[in-house]
């Protein structure tokens, strides 16, 4: 057939437009023929970047008129931390506090003058003139302590979005998914003892939404060895998986099963799985029924649809590969040895839980 001909084909095989038998004849030609794969492959990341052009084009609009009923103003005064009361007294009050200490002392002193205090008091007048100093000295004390104080009230620390992530490598990589960490001006990550690292984005392949992130936190002592495998190969339908992640911030663990090797209208980067993802679970591992990791989370594809997504981990095994050498202080060893197959259900979730981390993004 012809070019235009094989992209219709394409087009309705991928819009699910075509008979059961249809369907199957046409995969076994896509196995047959690497040229008609490549095609069909090629399409789909087409339609795929325009689809989502339309959506950044919807998403932009949405925020234009969003930001047009947003009172600007008083939303960051509502994100600011209050400063305390003693430094809303001053920042507020200062001068005529000042002047009313000026004042009294002044009224003080001519009371004093006036009744000849002074003649009869030396040593008292000596004494006063000496509080007067000590007075004015704690006063400017005072003042430096509490300017000081205003200068460094912080903002409040609220992260624009939290997802999750997951371990590869014990020296500190994460994977995660692109679409969370897009944009954002800064990245830290939580581990489960809620501990916080600052990150940078390593690495990204936005065309399969996956990113890697590196912990650069001083802090970071490292992970024990990883305890998980990377599966490159595609699970069997109806296989018992599980994930771990941060739902609403929180830390949450879900099991289910593989309902299908594809996505939406054929998609193969991703599988459709009988587990719920919420926002927050973006970015987190897919386990099979032996711990090794087959997927990551997908909540951008499963909130859009209404079905549940994850992203083959063989597209994370080809991310991890492309990741250009001179942006590595070390050459990236996975793991290769599943010390997790052996233990029960809880006893594994224990283990693995240890490295799935909350991402948490700043200025997205």
């Given at each position: 057939?012809?070019?235009?001909?094989l992209?219709?084909?394409?087009?309705?095989?991928?819009?699910?437009?075509?008979?059961?038998?249809?369907r199957?004849?046409?995969?076994?030609?896509?196995?047959?023929n690497?040229?008609?794969?490549?095609y069909?492959?090629e399409?789909?990341?087409?339609?795929?970047?325009?689809k989502?052009?339309?959506?950044?084009?919807e998403?932009?609009n949405?925020?234009?008129?969003?930001h047009?009923?947003i009172?600007?103003?008083?939303l960051?005064e509502s994100?600011?931390?209050h400063?305390?009361?003693?430094?809303q007294?001053?920042?507020?009050?200062?001068?005529?506090?000042?002047?009313?200490?000026?004042?009294?002392?002044?009224?003080?002193?001519s009371?004093?003058?006036?009744?000849?205090?002074?003649?009869?008091n030396?040593?008292?007048?000596?004494?006063?003139?000496?509080q007067?100093?000590?007075?004015?000295?704690?006063?400017?004390?005072?003042?430096?302590?509490i300017n000081a104080?205003a200068?460094?009230v912080p903002r409040?620390d609220?992260?624009?979005?939290?997802a999750?992530?997951?371990?590869i490598?014990?020296s500190?990589?994460?994977?995660?998914?692109?679409?969370?960490?897009?944009?954002a001006d800064?990245?830290?990550v939580?581990?489960?003892?809620?501990?916080?690292?600052?990150?940078?984005?390593?690495?990204t392949?936005?065309?399969?939404?996956?990113?890697?992130l590196?912990i650069?936190d001083k802090?970071?002592?490292?992970?024990?060895a990883?305890?998980?495998?990377f599966?490159?190969?595609?699970?069997d339908?109806?296989?018992?998986?599980?994930?771990?992640?941060?739902?609403?911030g929180?830390?949450a663990?879900h099991n289910?099963y593989?309902?299908?090797n594809?996505?939406?209208?054929?998609?193969?980067l991703r599988?459709?799985?009988s587990?719920?993802i919420?926002?927050?679970?973006?970015g987190?591992?897919l386990?099979?029924?032996?711990?090794?990791?087959i997927?990551?989370t997908?909540?951008?594809?499963?909130?859009?649809?209404?079905?549940?997504f994850a992203?083959?981990?063989?597209y994370?095994?080809?991310a991890i590969k492309?990741?250009?050498?001179d942006?590595l202080?070390?050459k990236?060893?996975l793991n290769?040895k599943?010390?997790?197959?052996?233990?029960?259900e809880?006893?594994r979730?224990?283990?693995?839980?240890?490295y799935?981390?909350m991402?948490?993004?700043?200025g997205?």
């Amino acid at each position: 057939m012809s070019e235009n001909q094989l992209l219709e084909v394409i087009e309705r095989y991928l819009n699910g437009e075509m008979s059961a038998d249809e369907r199957m004849r046409f995969e076994l030609l896509r196995k047959e023929n690497s040229s008609v794969d490549h095609y069909v492959t090629e399409h789909q990341q087409f339609t795929g970047l325009l689809k989502q052009y339309a959506e950044r084009v919807e998403l932009e609009n949405r925020l234009n008129a969003i930001h047009q009923e947003i009172d600007v103003q008083t939303l960051k005064e509502s994100l600011m931390a209050h400063p305390s009361w003693i430094v809303q007294l001053w920042r507020n009050h200062h001068s005529k506090i000042s002047v009313a200490a000026t004042v009294a002392l002044f009224a003080v002193v001519s009371i004093m003058y006036l009744t000849g205090s002074f003649k009869n008091n030396d040593s008292k007048y000596v004494e006063l003139i000496n509080q007067v100093n000590k007075l004015n000295r704690s006063n400017k004390s005072m003042q430096s302590s509490i300017n000081a104080i205003a200068k460094v009230v912080p903002r409040v620390d609220r992260a624009s979005g939290t997802a999750t992530g997951f371990a590869i490598t014990s020296s500190g990589l994460i994977a995660t998914n692109y679409h969370v960490v897009r944009g954002a001006d800064s990245v830290h990550v939580q581990n489960a003892d809620g501990k916080s690292f600052n990150a940078k984005v390593l690495w990204t392949d936005p065309q399969n939404d996956i990113a890697i992130l590196k912990i650069m936190d001083k802090s970071f002592d490292g992970l024990d060895a990883i305890p998980y495998t990377f599966k490159r190969s595609e699970s069997d339908l109806a296989e018992s998986i599980s994930t771990y992640g941060y739902p609403e911030g929180r830390p949450a663990y879900h099991n289910g099963y593989l309902s299908s090797n594809s996505g939406l209208k054929g998609d193969s980067l991703r599988y459709q799985i009988s587990i719920p993802i919420n926002f927050g679970n973006s970015g987190g591992p897919l386990w099979d029924s032996h711990g090794n990791v087959i997927g990551i989370t997908d909540s951008k594809q499963s909130q859009a649809e209404g079905e549940h997504f994850a992203i083959k981990s063989k597209y994370l095994l080809d991310a991890i590969k492309n990741i250009p050498a001179d942006s590595l202080d070390e050459k990236i060893v996975l793991n290769k040895k599943n010390t997790l197959s052996h233990l029960s259900e809880v006893q594994r979730i224990k283990k693995e839980k240890e490295y799935v981390f909350m991402v948490k993004v700043y200025g997205n």
